[in-house]
Antibody, heavy 119, light 106 residues
Framework: VQLVESGGGVVQPGKSLRLSCAGS????????MHWVRQAPGKGLEWVAG????????DYAESVKGRFTISRDKSTNTVYLEMRSLRGEDTGVYYC?????????????WGQGTLVTVSA | DVQMTQSPSPLSASIGDRVTIACRPT??????LNWYQQKPGKAPKLLIY???TLHSGVPSRFSGSGSGNDFTLTINGLEPEDFATYFC?????????FGPGTKVDI
């Protein structure tokens, strides 16, 4: 199993950014996918999750209405579209693979991509 | 949202110790509770899911117990590689919140 995040970087407050996570080594269509972030020196915050059939998309209250999770089974990729970014969105964003279709058992993780929101 | 608390934090221990970490949600969550281990600069690793099921490849010295409002992660015989931060996560209802973490150090 390999999960590779990309798309992080430095962005100004109020701007947008799209993160990608390419999965390989497993049957992408059979697993739910999640994004979890970690601010510098802080704990983990679950951000968003998407089920295999996309019928379930859930978000943390702190990002609801600003972030959108999606997946593309043709490219085995999960995305996190982030809009109206704020300083408190700064952190390492991890992509994680669910052990099942959507049980929130985050069994495999990527290496993370750093997002810095700063003027 | 379901808020999670963990205790103690931090936790000082020695090689060979039996270590227990508590996790308490603000509402009953059945057995919908995971435990993760994270080392500095690394992604978290799943240890336990559904409160007591050991994830594949995780050493048997790790165990989880509890239900409802009271959960425990136990490490029987602390090894040098176990010094890390441990997080619980509820999966009962979205958003699937994490606890603040318990750092286990020497």
């Amino acid at each position: 199993v390999q999960l590779v995040e990309s798309g992080g970087g430095v962005v100004q407050p109020g701007k947008s950014l799209r993160l990608s996570c390419a999965g390989s080594g497993f049957s992408f269509s059979y697993h739910g996918m999640h994004w979890v972030r970690q601010a510098p020196g802080k704990g983990l915050e679950w951000v968003a999750g998407i089920s295999t059939d996309e019928s379930r998309k859930d978000y943390a209250e702190s990002v609801k209405g600003r972030f959108t999770i999606s997946r593309d089974k043709s490219t085995n990729t999960v995305y996190l579209e982030m809009r109206s970014l704020r300083g408190e969105d700064t952190g390492v964003y991890y992509c994680a693979k669910d052990l099942r279709a959507y049980q929130q058992w985050l069994a495999d993780w990527g290496q993370g991509t750093l997002v810095t929101v700063s003027a | 949202d379901v808020q999670m608390t963990q205790s103690p934090s931090p936790l000082s221990a020695s090689i060979g110790d039996r270590v227990t970490i508590a996790c308490r949600p603000t509402q009953s969550i059945g057995s919908f509770l995971n435990w993760y281990q994270q080392k500095p600069g690394k992604a978290p690793k799943l240890l336990i899911y559904a409160a007591s099921t050991l994830h594949s490849g995780v050493p048997s010295r790790f165990s989880g117990s509890g239900s409802g409002n009271d959960f425990t992660l136990t490490i029987n015989g602390l090894e040098p590689e176990d010094f890390a931060t441990y997080f619980c996560q509820q999966t009962y209802i979205a958003p699937f919140t994490f606890g603040p973490g318990t750092k286990v150090d020497i």
